[in-house]
């Protein structure tokens, strides 16, 4: 079993959404940086892209926030399991292509928070130390986050499925999906 943290590319090497009008949709976005799940009705506020002649990721960041992305209709296929167990998925488009939201809604007490490396005044982690048998749970949801990080960074378990054709690092690394860099963090 392995734990990534789970990290939108914001390089200049890609393409990311950004709210086209923040003052008018500041209710609408301000959900999107809360944990937990998004109201029911919530619909994405309009998006544009700055720099169109970028490249195209498959995951694509919104407005640099790190505890959500979209994805293209071809990834969608392809990571489709891993999502829908993870997270809440919301429609929308851009330019009449199909995109999908994607937030996740788990939050796991699974750090070991004594054995845990912390930044000064714990303002993020060196190195992380996990409770295996805690991440074991995380099997119906391999993307989670963590309470200590204010659920603003997301982590992948790895090697969980049963499957691994539907593990999530796995179709990244198969279908060759652009955007999302997973940094491992801890393995048992």
Not at 31 to 44: A, R, S, Y
Not at 137 to 153: G, W
Request: one cysteine or more; charged letters at 30%; aromatic letters at 16%.
């Amino acid at each position: 079993m392995r734990v990534y943290e789970i990290r939108i590319d914001t390089t200049i090497n890609y393409q990311a959404f950004f709210f086209d009008d923040y003052t008018r949709d500041k209710d609408s976005i301000s959900h999107l940086m809360k944990f937990g799940e998004l109201p029911n009705g919530w619909v994405m506020p309009e998006v544009y892209v700055l720099e169109p002649r970028l490249s195209k990721p498959n995951f694509f960041s919104i407005n640099y926030f790190h505890n959500c992305f979209a994805v293209d209709r071809y990834t969608w296929d392809k990571v489709l399991t891993t999502l829908e167990m993870s997270g809440q998925l919301v429609d929308f488009n851009y330019k009449n292509e199909a995109f999908t939201l994607f937030k996740p809604i788990h939050c796991y007490d699974c750090l070991d928070v004594e054995k845990t490396l912390w930044e000064e005044q714990r303002a993020g982690i060196v190195k992380h130390e996990f409770k295996p048998n805690r991440l074991s749970n995380a099997q119906d949801s391999p993307i989670f986050t963590i309470p200590e990080l204010n659920s603003m960074t997301m982590y992948l378990v790895d090697g969980m499925m049963g499957d691994e054709e539907e593990e999530f690092k796995y179709c990244i690394e198969k279908y060759d999906l652009k955007g999302l860099l997973l940094k491992e963090v801890w393995h048992d």
